[in-house]
């Protein structure tokens, strides 16, 4: 059997300097990576923030923003994933004032011209197998430092707890999968946002239920001895209570999309969690991204085609 082939790693190189940037590219390329390539550092750092690259080899002498400006804005930005490796490379000698300035902005190396590629690779590997550990230590995760909420993998984990009562008991059972989406402009919330709305939730859920951020903009919420018409009374009140926030807010008002999978005996329907909590999603899927249509959805009224 042939095993999945691994992602090829991405780089983005920024520099101003053609030759320096063609020389970069051409090490990265020949150890295996796709590159991406600017020249500009007001380009460089869009490009850092929208997409997900496994090293940034940043130009101290940039045009527009310096290397050093760009670690700094990438440094203060939260929504930046800085487990990311960041290098700036000097075109001149290595400077004790120039070496200082680039790992207080944030940088993990620095280097300067004649590059010794053989040491930089690495060092980037090293960096690289790290992020990779942490990676897989957040999945494993039952809590998502960022919200104070539960992770997908603390959702299902806690799930398989709350089964065991809730069939001993043949309790009603309610999975809901919720997806915040804003009026005009900004139809996703952004990560403040996002964490407002995650607030709401978590505060109007009961103490029984779990609330578990499975998404960059998903919430869901595991709720004993909860039936299809309660999911629905929940949705409302979160959205009543989405809207009171919103009037003292300067972010807007939000409406729930939301999803929902409830049976009123979790024993006699012969059903897990863990697909409990699929229908759910699935339900979600189906809600109008638009902003036309029913906002909520629940799996049994799903056409069966």
Not at 125 to 144: H, I, P, Y
Not at 277 to 302: W, Y
Request: glycine share 8%; hydrophobic share 40%.
């Amino acid at each position: 059997m042939t095993g999945i082939k691994p992602r090829a790693r991405v780089a983005l190189i920024g520099c101003s300097d053609e030759w320096l940037c063609r020389s970069l590219e051409s090490v990265f390329l020949e150890r295996g990576y796709k590159v991406t390539r600017t020249s500009s550092g007001k380009q460089a750092l869009k490009l850092s923030r929208r997409s997900d690259y496994d090293v940034l080899m940043l130009d101290e002498r940039l045009s527009e923003l310096t290397g050093i400006e760009v670690c700094v804005a990438l440094r203060d930005d939260p929504l930046f994933d800085h487990a990311i490796p960041i290098v700036i490379v000097s075109s001149s000698h290595s400077t004790l004032p120039g070496r200082t300035a680039a790992y207080a902005a944030g940088a993990w190396e620095y280097c300067h011209l004649p590059l010794d590629v053989d040491g930089l690779f690495l060092k980037l590997g090293t960096f690289l197998r790290a992020r990779e550990e942490l990676a897989a230590s957040q999945a494993k995760s039952l809590m998502d430092p960022a919200s104070g909420l539960y992770t997908t993998y603390g959702l299902h984990h806690l799930a398989e707890q709350l089964e065991a009562r809730a069939v001993r008991k043949h309790e009603a059972f309610a999975c809901l999968a919720f997806s915040p989406q804003g009026d005009g402009a900004a139809p996703k919330p952004d990560e403040s946002t996002f964490a407002e709305v995650a607030h709401v939730v978590r505060g109007q859920a009961r103490r029984s239920d779990i609330v578990a951020k499975t998404g960059d903009s998903q919430l869901s919420i595991l709720a004993p001895d909860t039936d299809a018409a309660g999911a629905r009374l929940l949705v409302a009140r979160l959205q009543r209570e989405l809207d009171a926030a919103s009037r003292g807010s300067t972010t807007g008002a939000f409406k729930l999309r939301a999803g929902y999978c409830a049976v009123p005996d979790l024993a006699a329907a012969d059903i897990d969690l863990t697909e409990l909590v699929h229908r759910a999603e699935s339900a979600l899927a189906k809600v109008p991204a638009d902003g036309h249509g029913d906002t909520i959805m629940g799996f049994d009224d799903l056409p069966t085609s």
